[in-house]
């Protein structure tokens, strides 16, 4: 059928179709309506319609954007057709830039997940937020309209210029992470666990608060001051050692047991009974307490203990504190040899607990496997009392008229440890048992009305001292006279009275007696 052409517009036929198989192509825009009665077909292929705005719901449009779903079904009496989905990964394979108006409060998405691809960039402008997962459709749960759920997932982070860290003014939660640069916060709060793979260091950190406990597998470093305070506790399972020399460490060794080893070895022990073991015995007498053994290294005569005073009026006191309170209570220092046998004591007695008297006494052993004896005792009026000191005091019973050397006093009225012989070879000889100055003296009275009597006193068989004797004259019956002398003598010296010349009268009246002067 032959068309109507006209400058203005195209006529249809007298049926209103207007059927083109080709491509038609007009310069001009019709100046009224274009009527379409039902449907504008392009060929059997699907073209593309733009328009600046379109009248209309809408609804039967296909084929456009996701928005915040897309249709089940693009079939609209479906019911599907009003039911939507959205994709779980939105892929960002280049940079974009998010930056809504200053109208809106944010930009969300659907999308749960985030991804951003490698060399790709996700900018957030300053002001703006990124929602994902708006309607709270995640698979980690939420709920409708829970928000929340959705992720990002980038390589790193970076503030928008990406030449500084990014701010988290809400904090910063995970289930894990993995941080390879600086964090730094305000405040922070870890439910699971940490990993640091280098160095953790605090900078002005006021306070560490650990519920748990921390472990370290390589040490723990503290370079300032470290406080501890209530009943909290550090685990470790060996040593604590100096940093930077490995030999020097407090150790742990076993259950119950501290030690401190210097160079290498062991110097100081606290054991599970309570013992302090100083130097290189761990093993020592149940009975010790404080047990300090110098090393090998040290010379003879050097101090193992010092105790100094810190001024002029606070010197060195050492106590010994005894809560006996009986009368024969004592404290005690104790020398001891290498078999460990006593062989000397100093004792300090609590003679008088209500009125706080006190002696003391100094004893040495003579008797393998007896405790000391006491030899020198001051009391509390401050005597000296030795009752081990040699001493010696003879008379004769027995008449004497004739010479005899050595004159024996057969009486022995005092023989302190026995030194003074009045039988055997030794009979009437004083025997020196240590050297010394010793006191001695000997008396007389001359039996017989003729001649003088003489008594000398000899040194191991000799009249050493010959002109200090005693000299009865020959006027009367009872002439008497007394003589001393003071002597140095070695161990083993004999001493002993030789009647020379006369006789003397016994029955108590003749006498011999010396005694240790120091």
Not at 158 to 166: C, D, F, V
Not at 167 to 186: D, H, M, Q, V
Not at 409 to 420: C, E, I, K, R, T
Request: hydrophobic content about 35%; charged content about 15%.
């Amino acid at each position: 059928m032959a068309l109507t052409r006209a400058t203005d517009k195209i006529i249809a036929n007298a049926d209103g179709n207007l059927n083109l198989s080709g491509i038609v192509t007009a310069s001009l825009a019709p100046s009224g309506d274009l009527n379409v009665g039902n449907n504008i077909k392009l060929g059997t292929a699907s073209g593309i319609i733009t328009a600046t705005s379109f009248s209309g719901d809408g609804s039967n449009l296909t084929s456009l954007p996701a928005g915040l779903g897309t249709a089940l079904s693009s079939t609209q009496t479906s019911p599907l057709n009003k039911l939507y989905y959205t994709n779980e990964i939105l892929s960002i394979g280049a940079t974009v830039t998010v930056d809504h108006p200053a109208t809106g409060t944010g930009a969300y998405t659907q999308y749960a997940d985030i991804r951003l691809e490698e060399g790709a960039d996700l900018i957030i402008e300053d002001g703006d937020d990124v929602i994902p997962d708006i309607l709270g459709l995640g698979t980690d749960g939420g709920g409708l309209g829970a928000g929340g759920t959705g992720r990002i997932r980038v390589g790193s982070i970076t503030n928008k210029n990406a030449n500084g860290a990014p701010n988290f003014p809400n904090g910063l939660t995970g289930t894990a992470g993995t941080f390879s640069g600086a964090i730094s916060a305000a405040s922070g709060t870890i439910t699971g666990n940490l990993g640091v793979g280098g160095v953790l260091t605090y900078e002005d950190v006021t306070n560490i608060d650990s519920v748990g406990v921390i472990t370290a597998r390589d040490g723990l470093r503290v370079t300032g001051i470290a406080t501890f305070n209530d009943d909290t506790s550090i685990s470790i399972a060996d040593k604590i050692v100096h940093t930077g020399n490995v030999n020097t460490a407090i150790r742990f060794p076993s259950d119950n047991t501290i030690t401190a080893d210097i160079a290498g070895n062991e110097k100081l022990r606290i054991n599970s009974s309570g013992q302090i073991i100083v130097g290189n015995n761990p093993t020592v007498s149940s009975g010790n307490i404080v047990h300090i053994e110098a090393p090998t290294s040290f010379n003879s005569g050097e101090t193992i203990v010092n105790i100094e005073g810190n001024n002029a009026t606070a010197a060195a006191r050492l106590l010994l504190h005894n809560n006996n309170t009986g009368g024969s209570a004592h404290n005690e220092i104790l020398g001891v040899d290498a078999g460990g046998q006593s062989t000397s004591s100093i004792r300090f007695y609590n003679t008088d607990q209500s009125n706080n008297y006190g002696e003391i006494a100094f004893g040495t052993r003579d008797n393998a496997g007896a405790p000391p004896t006491d030899r020198m005792r001051i009391s509390k009026e401050g005597y000296v009392t030795k009752p081990s000191h040699p001493s010696f005091h003879a008379r004769l019973i027995n008449h004497t008229n004739a010479t005899q050397n050595p004159l024996v006093y057969d009486n022995v009225l005092v023989n302190v440890g026995s030194h003074y012989k009045s039988s055997g070879s030794d009979a009437g000889k004083f025997v020196v048992p240590v050297a010394g100055t010793y006191f001695f003296f000997w008396e007389a009275i001359k039996n017989g009305s003729s001649g003088v009597t003489r008594i000398y006193l000899q040194k191991n068989g000799a009249r050493t001292y010959s002109s200090m004797h005693l000299r009865l004259q020959e006027e009367g019956n009872y002439a008497n006279g007394c003589m001393n002398v003071i002597m140095t003598l070695a161990v083993g010296d004999k001493i002993h009275t030789e009647l020379a010349v006369g006789g003397v009268h016994a029955s108590e009246y003749t006498h011999f007696g010396g005694y240790l002067i120091g």
